[in-house]
């Protein structure tokens, strides 16, 4: 017994746009329809890698005991005269470091991405917690401390000003 083999007509367009007929059997026909459909299916995925969301990170968000309203990048917060420990923890990331200090009045005396220490200031993270220890003032003068932490391509600065 003979084996019959179907054959399907296949129109190609070449360089010079002529236009020529190719036979072909059922196993290159599926071939050629998985490949589509393999195409088909991936091609959202190459079209999404490349949108322009790609590298964008969410805003940090902070909450504090001291219920401090802490909202948009940029934060002032004010220190009494006695001094203060402020606890701010950042809700969404997990793990934050320092990014940029900015000192008016003071130059810290040892700084990492974890702990900065001045000569009236501390700073620590700890994983997604920043703990700020703000010492009394001896005179009058009023004296600041700026202190920025980010994730990835965000971040939140924070400007400790005491009175």
């Known amino acids: 017994m003979q084996e019959t083999r179907r054959t399907a007509v296949i129109r ?3 360089k010079k746009g002529i236009q020529r007929k190719m036979k072909t059997n059922e196993k290159t026909k599926k071939a050629l ?4 459909a393999v195409f088909a299916v991936s091609l959202p995925f190459f079209l999404n890698s490349c949108g322009d969301k790609e590298g964008d990170w969410d805003s940090m ?8 309203t802490l909202k948009g990048p940029h934060h002032q917060i004010s220190v009494p005269a006695e001094g203060r420990t402020y606890i701010l923890r950042c809700k969404n990331y997990s793990s934050i ?6 000192i008016t009045d003071a130059s810290p005396d040892s ?3 974890q702990h900065i220490t001045g ?11 920043l703990r700020v220890i ?15 932490v980010s994730v990835g391509d965000t971040g939140n600065s924070f400007l400790f000003v005491q009175k």
Do not use: C
């Open 12 to 14: 190609i367009t070449d």
């Open 33 to 36: 329809l998985l490949f589509a």
């Open 61 to 68: 968000v902070w909450e504090s005991a001291d219920k401090l």
């Open 97 to 102: 470091w320092f990014n940029i200090m900015s």
């Open 111 to 113: 700084a990492n991405h």
């Open 119 to 129: 000569e009236w200031y501390e700073a620590t993270l700890n994983k997604d917690t």
């Open 134 to 148: 703000v010492l009394p003032l001896k005179d009058k003068a009023q004296r600041s401390v700026g202190i920025s």
